[in-house]
């Protein structure tokens, strides 16, 4: 039935129970000194004979539990009711994009880069139950786009995916997968995911070590490996020509295959090589509908059904009752 309260933190009125108590133990402690004092005790104890304690304690057991009655209405008890038509169910997945320069190399048509949008544009439109998020990184990472059941909007940042959009040049994989962890949000169970797309060439060494981090929070990291062993040249930016290292030769980028198997078997998930789009998008979509995914309704479209009405109910018969309950003994005739 998945029973709530809206407003859970109102439980804390209910501290005034407790001192209720109290003041409740002081005022019979007073009233036994107050007959001490006025004179005699047992000729003040038979003028007040019709007076009963009992009735008293039950008067205020009454009113006390009727107070607890009104917490509860406060609080507002509320079921689930019908989900307005977008009852989802999934799992939430980062694509983190490599953008780095060397991502512009042709060994794959027409450059890596665009292979690589292409397979995660793909991806989307197969997951319409699943949440995605977006993770630019090249030597420097930041989150494109949280979480979001939005497939178009998706769609339209990968397309617009740029070299230009990072200024700091580099691949630091660890950063990625750091960045990656922190889009996930942790107030609902869903099954949680990366799915890392890179050639592979890494300038940090902490890669494998933040992996194995977020696979103990139980996130899975899916590696796709993006260019050839081989490898190939690829053109600068800034001076359109093919990019040169400090002693002026071409720099050869190549696929880091075993650092990306590496990454996915230290998280619980799978590499796959980007060649055939059609193929490495089956083949990830059969890896991960393989995972026992996690029914969970999306909050934001539940509509509640209130039950505050019956402990309000409550609180008002136990209002009338406590109001007709004498604290004098009934007189026998």
Same mark, same amino acid.
């Not at 995605?132 to 990472?141: I, M």
């Not at 178009?152 to 990968?158: E, G, I, L, P, R």
């Not at 690829?234 to 001076?239: A, C, N, S, V």
């Given at each position: 039935?998945?029973?709530?309260?809206?407003?859970?933190?109102?439980?804390?009125?209910?501290?005034?129970?407790?001192?209720?108590?109290?003041?409740?133990?002081?005022?019979?402690?007073?009233?036994?000194?107050?007959?001490?004092?006025?004179?005699?005790?047992?000729?003040?104890?038979?003028?007040?004979?019709?007076?009963?304690?009992?009735?008293?304690?039950?008067?205020?057991?009454?009113?006390?539990?009727?107070?607890?009655?009104?917490?509860?209405?406060?609080?507002?008890?509320?079921?689930?009711?019908?989900?307005?038509?977008?009852?989802?169910?999934?799992?939430?997945?980062?694509?983190?994009?490599? @953008?780095? $320069?060397?991502?512009?190399?042709?060994? /794959?048509?027409?450059?890596?880069? !665009?292979?690589?949008?292409?397979? +995660? %544009?793909?991806?989307?439109?197969?997951?319409?139950?699943?949440?995605?998020?977006?993770?630019?990184?090249?030597?420097?990472?930041?989150?494109?786009?949280?979480?979001?059941?939005?497939?178009?909007?998706?769609?339209?940042?990968?397309?617009?995916?740029?070299?230009?959009?990072?200024?700091?040049?580099?691949?630091?994989?660890?950063?990625?997968?750091?960045?990656?962890?922190?889009?996930?949000?942790?107030?609902?169970?869903?099954?949680?995911?990366?799915?890392?797309?890179?050639?592979?060439?890494?300038?940090?060494?902490?890669?494998?070590?933040?992996?194995?981090?977020?696979?103990?929070?139980?996130?899975?990291?899916?590696?796709?490996?993006?260019?050839?062993?081989?490898?190939?040249?690829?053109?600068?930016?800034?001076?359109?020509? @093919?990019? $040169?290292?400090?002693?002026?030769?071409? /720099?050869?980028?190549?696929?880091? !295959?075993?650092?990306?198997?590496? +990454? %996915?078997?230290?998280?619980?998930?799978?590499?796959?090589?980007?060649?055939?789009?059609?193929?490495?998008?089956?083949?990830?979509?059969?890896?991960?509908?393989?995972?026992?995914?996690?029914?969970?309704?999306?909050?934001?479209?539940?509509?509640?059904?209130?039950?505050?009405?019956?402990?309000?109910?409550?609180?008002?018969?136990?209002?009338?009752?406590?109001?007709?309950?004498?604290?004098?003994?009934?007189?026998?005739?």
């Amino acid at each position: 039935m998945n029973f709530q309260f809206q407003y859970s933190n109102l439980w804390m009125l209910l501290v005034a129970i407790p001192v209720g108590i109290i003041f409740y133990l002081l005022l019979l402690r007073w009233k036994r000194k107050t007959i001490k004092r006025i004179g005699d005790e047992k000729l003040v104890c038979t003028l007040i004979s019709n007076y009963s304690s009992k009735r008293f304690a039950a008067r205020w057991s009454v009113f006390s539990l009727a107070f607890v009655f009104g917490v509860l209405a406060l609080m507002n008890p509320r079921i689930p009711g019908e989900p307005d038509n977008l009852s989802r169910k999934g799992i939430d997945v980062v694509f983190a994009l490599d @953008l780095s $320069k060397s991502m512009l190399a042709t060994d /794959v048509t027409p450059n890596r880069l !665009e292979k690589a949008k292409e397979f +995660i %544009a793909q991806m989307i439109g197969k997951m319409p139950d699943d949440r995605v998020a977006l993770v630019w990184f090249a030597g420097s990472a930041y989150l494109q786009m949280p979480m979001t059941n939005d497939e178009n909007v998706a769609k339209m940042y990968v397309s617009t995916a740029d070299p230009n959009a990072i200024p700091v040049p580099g691949t630091v994989i660890s950063k990625a997968l750091e960045k990656s962890g922190d889009a996930f949000t942790d107030d609902v169970e869903r099954f949680k995911t990366v799915i890392l797309i890179t050639d592979g060439e890494d300038h940090d060494p902490d890669a494998i070590k933040t992996a194995a981090s977020l696979a103990d929070k139980g996130i899975m990291i899916n590696t796709v490996g993006i260019g050839s062993a081989q490898g190939t040249s690829f053109t600068d930016l800034t001076t359109g020509e @093919l990019k $040169k290292d400090d002693r002026g030769n071409v /720099v050869i980028t190549k696929l880091n !295959e075993e650092e990306l198997k590496q +990454i %996915a078997e230290k998280a619980n998930g799978a590499y796959i090589h980007l060649q055939d789009t059609g193929e490495a998008v089956k083949s990830m979509m059969s890896y991960l509908s393989g995972i026992q995914k996690k029914a969970v309704l999306d909050k934001s479209a539940l509509s509640y059904r209130s039950l505050y009405y019956w402990p309000a109910a409550l609180l008002l018969a136990l209002l009338l009752i406590e109001n007709f309950i004498s604290e004098r003994k009934k007189v026998e005739v």
